[in-house]
């Protein structure tokens, strides 16, 4: 993997999310300068996004979410490749099976549980046999409430010598709204929920992302309505990605083998 022509490959950048990656990435002072460059399935729109950022030499690879091989050609030549393009049920598949068998490091940022469950019966065991990472959810969500919690509970366990067994996350206020992909991929789920009851049970799982959904534990489904919290003295609301960043968290404290216990919550009952 260290001979390949690129360390990271941003695919969807002229897309919303991707532009504003590719914006953080020309502006970001890193210690080792990057050696990237921006894919998509249009050419003359990754070339204005580069010029439009200041940027016209940054290479532009072209790659379509339905053709393997393009996909295939890209990831080949890349350390790791870094996904916008979504909904991630309708064009991701393809791709994580790119990475895959091309041995390359993988991070979106998808919400989508259902289609995460499918990439992680399919997928996990063949990318650590490849000693590869797929990781989801890259974004605002989860990346917050995933790292959140982990550098807490580091900080608690320093202090105290013990692990929280109950952490909660409330949002209080947030910038910007949802984009149009956003809103896209939240549609897929709503509809595919609508005509498989299967999935929609299984969204509705709170331990469906765990890397054993059948684990049973004191979670219980997001907050549904209103409710006073007594620790906030506030009145709360449900949080529209509350369902994917807990789930988050409970896979990844899974992945880790429970250290704070299988009793740890992040939504008490
Ligand atoms: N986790 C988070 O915090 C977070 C935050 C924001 C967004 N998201 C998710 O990120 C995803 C993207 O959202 P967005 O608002 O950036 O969407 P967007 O503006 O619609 O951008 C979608 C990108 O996908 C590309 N694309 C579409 N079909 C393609 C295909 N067949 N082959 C190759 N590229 C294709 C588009 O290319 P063209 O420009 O050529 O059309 C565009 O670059 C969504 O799934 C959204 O839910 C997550």
Same mark, same amino acid.
């Given at each position: 993997?260290?001979?390949?022509?690129?360390?990271?490959?941003?695919?969807?950048?002229?897309?919303?999310?991707?532009?504003?990656?590719?914006?953080?990435?020309?502006?970001?002072?890193?210690?080792?300068?990057?050696?990237?460059?921006?894919?998509?399935?249009?050419?003359?729109?990754?070339?204005?996004?580069?010029?439009?950022?200041?940027?016209?030499?940054?290479?532009?690879?072209?790659?379509?979410?339905?053709?393997?091989?393009?996909?295939?050609?890209?990831?080949?030549?890349?350390?790791?490749?870094?996904?916008?393009?979504? +909904?991630?049920?309708?064009?991701?598949?393809?791709?994580?099976?790119?990475?895959?068998?091309?041995?390359?490091?993988?991070?979106?940022?998808?919400?989508?549980?259902?289609?995460?469950?499918?990439?992680?019966?399919?997928?996990?065991?063949?990318?650590?046999?490849?000693?590869?990472?797929?990781?989801?959810?890259?974004?605002?969500?989860?990346?917050?409430?995933?790292?959140?919690?982990?550098?807490?509970?580091?900080?608690?366990?320093?202090?105290?010598?013990?692990?929280?067994?109950?952490?909660?996350?409330?949002?209080?206020?947030?910038?910007?709204?949802?984009?149009?992909?956003?809103?896209?991929?939240?549609?897929?789920?709503?509809?595919?929920?609508?005509?498989?009851?299967?999935?929609?049970?299984?969204?509705?799982? +709170?331990?469906?992302?765990?890397?054993? +959904?059948?684990?049973?534990?004191?979670?219980?489904?997001?907050?549904?309505?209103?409710?006073?919290?007594?620790?906030?003295?506030?009145?709360?609301?449900?949080?529209?990605?509350?369902?994917?960043?807990?789930?988050?968290?409970?896979?990844?404290?899974?992945?880790?083998?429970?250290?704070?216990?299988?009793?740890?919550?992040?939504?008490? +009952?």
């Amino acid at each position: 993997m260290h001979t390949r022509q690129y360390d990271l490959i941003l695919w969807g950048a002229s897309g919303f999310t991707g532009r504003l990656v590719a914006e953080y990435l020309t502006s970001a002072s890193l210690s080792d300068p990057l050696n990237w460059a921006v894919a998509g399935r249009n050419r003359e729109k990754l070339q204005r996004m580069l010029n439009e950022l200041g940027h016209p030499q940054i290479p532009i690879i072209i790659a379509d979410g339905f053709n393997k091989d393009s996909l295939l050609a890209m990831t080949a030549q890349t350390r790791v490749l870094c996904t916008t393009v979504g +909904p991630y049920t309708q064009y991701g598949s393809l791709l994580v099976e790119a990475c895959v068998a091309s041995k390359t490091h993988y991070c979106d940022l998808s919400g989508e549980a259902g289609w995460m469950r499918q990439m992680i019966d399919r997928y996990h065991q063949a990318a650590a046999d490849a000693k590869i990472k797929i990781v989801h959810s890259c974004g605002f969500d989860s990346i917050p409430s995933d790292m959140g919690v982990y550098f807490l509970q580091k900080e608690i366990h320093k202090q105290y010598g013990v692990y929280a067994t109950h952490i909660k996350t409330l949002v209080k206020a947030a910038k910007g709204g949802l984009s149009g992909g956003t809103f896209a991929s939240m549609i897929a789920q709503i509809n595919q929920a609508k005509a498989d009851r299967s999935f929609a049970r299984l969204i509705a799982n +709170p331990y469906t992302l765990n890397p054993d +959904p059948t684990f049973k534990g004191p979670d219980r489904p997001d907050l549904q309505g209103l409710y006073f919290d007594p620790v906030a003295k506030s009145w709360i609301a449900p949080f529209v990605m509350a369902g994917i960043n807990t789930r988050i968290v409970r896979r990844s404290h899974a992945l880790q083998g429970f250290p704070y216990g299988e009793a740890f919550t992040v939504r008490k +009952p």
